[in-house]
Structures are given as C-alpha cells and as structure tokens.
C-alpha cells in the first residue's frame, strides 16, 4: 500500500492558555484506500486531528509529511495538503455558503484554479455520485439535515482528494440518512479514496472500518484492526467506548463474533441443525 | 385593517371632486376591500420572496437580461411625466409576473401590501396641504387649529403622478425579485464588475442572514419554553440574553466558517460556477412590449 499521509510526533495547543494540550506527539501514518474508523469521546482530539490533517492548523511541534514531502509553513505547501486531503465538517452550516447546491460545490474546484470545463464535469460527478442531480439549484437553507450533509460530501468530493476525513458525519441523521451516507462512503471507498471516519457509533465502526484510531485526552492510545481495539475492554472502558452490540450478543452466547446480523443468523441456524 | 382605512382616505381625497359621488365611493370601498382580503396573513417578507423566486417559471430565464430590462423599464418609468404609462405598466408587469411566472394572485397582492403603505403615507401627505387661508380651488377641506388641512387639484395631479410611477418602479422591481434568486443576481452584479468585496459581503450575509435567523428562532423558543417571557422586566431581560448569545454564537461560527472555507483552498476570493441561461425567445417576447410603450409613452408624453 502507498503511503498518503503521515504524522511525525505531531502535537498542537489551543492558544486559550489552558494547561491541558489538545493533541499530544502524535504519530501514525494513513495509506491509500483505507477505511478508517476514529474513535473516541468527545474532546478526545478527534477534530484537532483533522484539522492538523486537513492544513487548517499548522502543527506546534514535529511534521505532517504528504506522499513523503514535510509539509512547512508556506502557503504552497499547506495548499498541495489541503487539496490531496479532503475535511468534511461536522456541521454542515458551517460548510455551505453559496445560494444554490450547483455553485456551492463549485466552489472547492474553483479554488484550485480549474479550467471551467473541469469545474463543470467535476461538480457533475459530484453531484451524479450523492444523487443531488435533483437538488442543484436549491438552495442550501431548503435543503434537510441529511441533504445537507450529502452536499458538504460533495463538496469535498468534487475536489477530488486522495484522502476525506469526514467529522462525525452520522450526526444528527435519521436511520434512513445514516444508511444513505454508508452507502455514499462505499461509494466513495469504491472510488479508491482512502476514507476517516471520526464516530461515536462503534456499530458502524465494526460493521465498516477495517483500521482503527483510539484517540483519548489528545493522545492516540491504539492503532489496530477492529478486532483487537474491540477485544480490549480494558481499552474501551478507559476511553468511554464500548463494545459493538454484535460482540456482546456473541459474548452471551458463547459464540465467535460475526461481523453482521446476518452472519449471526447463519451461526445460529447452523447450531440448531447441527 | 388600518392599511385599508388609510387605503380609503388616500383614493377619496385622490379623485374627490374629478369623479361622481357614486363612483368615488365605489373606488374608496374597492380599495378599502383590497386591502382587508389582502392582508391579514403574515409573510418573513424578504425571505418568502426568495421562495417564490425559485418556484417562478420565469427563474430559468437569463438573469442578467431580466435585471437589464427591469431596470430600463424603471428608468423610463420615473421619467414619465404622465399617470397612464406607469399604470399601465404597472398592470402589465403585475400581469406577467402573476401569469408567465405562475406566482399565485393572492400572494402577488399580500406582497403588494407592503410597500402599498408606505406609497399611501406618503401619497396623504402629498395631497393634504396646510394653509391659515382657505384657498379656493380647494375640493377638499377641514378645519384645523385656526388654519386649514386642504386638498387642491394641482397635488392631486401631482399626487397621482407620484404615485403611479412608484407602483410602476414597485413593479419593475417586484417583477425581478420574484423571478430572480438573489445569488443570481449577485452573479450579474460580479459581472457587470461592481467590486469583489461588496459581492463577496453580499453573498456572505445572503447565507448567513438564514443561519442567524434559525438560531435566532431557536434560542428565542428555548428561553420561552423556559418561561423566559413571562412578564415585561424579564421579557426585556431575555431578549436581552438571547441576543447578547446570538452575538457570542455568531463569533464562534463566524471562526468555524473560516475554517471550513480554508479547508477548501479559499485564498482571499470567492468564486462560483454560475449556471448559463440562454435569453430565450418567450421572455424577449414578454418584455419588448412594454420597454417599447414606455418609450412611446416618455417620447409622447401621454
């Protein structure tokens, strides 16, 4: 696997004059086309993380290297970082500025100095692949909490990065929103795009990630495949997670752990033929 | 309800001694009317016409040869040194706005309320006078500490003038708004080159205006589920608070915002990919007729 990005005991404070540091020496390192689950309660550096990732904060001591480059403090190179890494934001409202769905995701592209054509296929593309072909000359304020949300997907998208950090994405999404974005992140998985999901819902994590971050109180305290962060209670409890339901229904009955209800199901039949 | 009393005085003292006495209250009870079914249901005014803007057939026509047109036609509108060609104007826009732009009559009309108070306040006291003598051309006159309140037929002519040509620019106007969405017009406002920064500002506040409006609702329907509202000193006291957090809560996303449009590679301007709208062969149509009366009608001087 190609590496994208990777973080050089990288840590950054928040200037409030708290003693307490956002994001302690952090060091880890992202690949092409992973999937991976962040996890962690609130405050735990989640978002500093990716923001560090994204270039919108620059580090306060070590370095965030992109595709084996450091990354400095100039302009230019912050740039290269902030379009090879894509951030879509917790909040939505926050993202949207422009008067319709068409323009504001032109936006990104427009930033990077496209050729109108590109801009106009690009935002097509992004439009085609979140189904909002629909809502194009809508304007945001009409648009519903997962809509929205497929907007500043598509936003980020339509800049096309190698890698998108989604900030809690599921958020404030009817059951029927969440399955919507599950399938959009497959979508985009499908694409090649290396995905980060920061959550809070280990469901989804378990069902979807096959890397994940364990972040608490601004330090990283486990980097591994779902199965090991999960079989680590001691781990979960101390960061205020807890174990998928899956792996405690397999827990009462005694049986290895399936990865969807379905699998669960064919243990159970299996069982009772035997 | 006062609108349409207000309505009433303005038309009687309008045509007071140019029309028969029946017909006069004929006109005053059918303005007076107008104005009861009119209004009576409320709008968040600049808002709602941005809805009616993208429900309007005529939304996707070219932007930048509406808002041309709507201004040469506001133009000649103000230049007209006679009642007949505003009006008639006035009618024709209303018309096409209403029917080629499919905006229902009834909503048309409660949106005309509100600048047909504004024209009526300033059309009474165009037409009302006051003299110590009582002049004698006066058609309508009372009494009024020592002196006279006096309507005379050269501030009805005037009167009439001024205000047929305000509902005509009203038209003009109304007739872009409610075909128009605002980010539309700001893309012509970019191209006819009106500075960067005051486009960027106006599209800036155009989104914003909508998030502070909902977080405005929000917080107002927290404080008064918390009976926040319950009496004047502590009504005060939490609008007070509500917008004292408003103004916290506007730094703080006005940070994230920035943020966000960083993340994005936004270098000092903002920039869009407009939609392209051809100028088609209907709205041409629509709107050569009465750019051409109107011209007819400064050139003439009906």
Known sequence: MKELLRFEQVSYQYDSGEEREALFPLSVCLYEGEKIAVLGSNGAGKSTFFLLANGVLSPGSGTVVLEGTPIGKREKQRMALRRTVGLVFQDPDVQLLAGTVEEEISFGPMNLGLPEEEVCRRVE?????????????????????GEKRRVAIADILAMEPKLMLLDEPSSNLDPAGRQLLEETLETLHRKGMALAVATHDVDFAWRWADRVLVFHGGRLERDDKPEAV???????????????????????????????????ADYQIGRKTE | ?????????????????????????????????FFLLAGGH????????????????????????????SLVLLVLCICCQSPVPPLCLFVFLSAVTVAAGGIRLRTYLSLLTLPGVFLLLSGLTLLWDYTSKLPEKAVLYLPFFGGWLAVLPAAQSLAMLVLSRALGAVSCLYFLSLSTPLPELLAVLRRVH????MVELAVLIYRYIFILLATFRDMKDSAASRLGYRGLKRSLRTTGLVYGGLLANSFRRAGACFDAMESRCYTGQIAFLTEKKRVTAKVVGLLVLPVLGMLAGVWFGF
């Open chain 1, 125 to 145: 593309m992004a439009l085609e692949s979140l189904g909002l072909t629909r809502y194009r000359s809508r304007g945001p304020q009409y648009l519903s909490g």
């Open chain 2, 194 to 197: 009106v500075p960067a920064i």
């Open chain 1, 230 to 264: 999960f079989a680590d209670e001691e781990l979960l409890s101390r960061c205020g997670l807890e174990q998928p339901i899956l792996w405690k229904v397999a827990k009462a009955l005694k049986i290895p752990v399936p990865k969807s209800p379905e699998e669960l």
């Open chain 2, 1 to 33: 309800m006062i609108a349409g009393i207000l309505a009433g005085l303005v038309f009687f003292s309008l045509f007071a001694g140019q029309l028969p006495l029946v017909w006069l209250a004929a006109v005053c009870l059918g303005v007076v009317l």
């Open chain 2, 42 to 69: 409320h709008h968040d005014g600049v808002l709602t016409m941005d809805v009616y803007a993208r429900r309007s057939r005529l939304c996707r026509e070219n932007a930048a040869f509406k808002t041309g047109v």
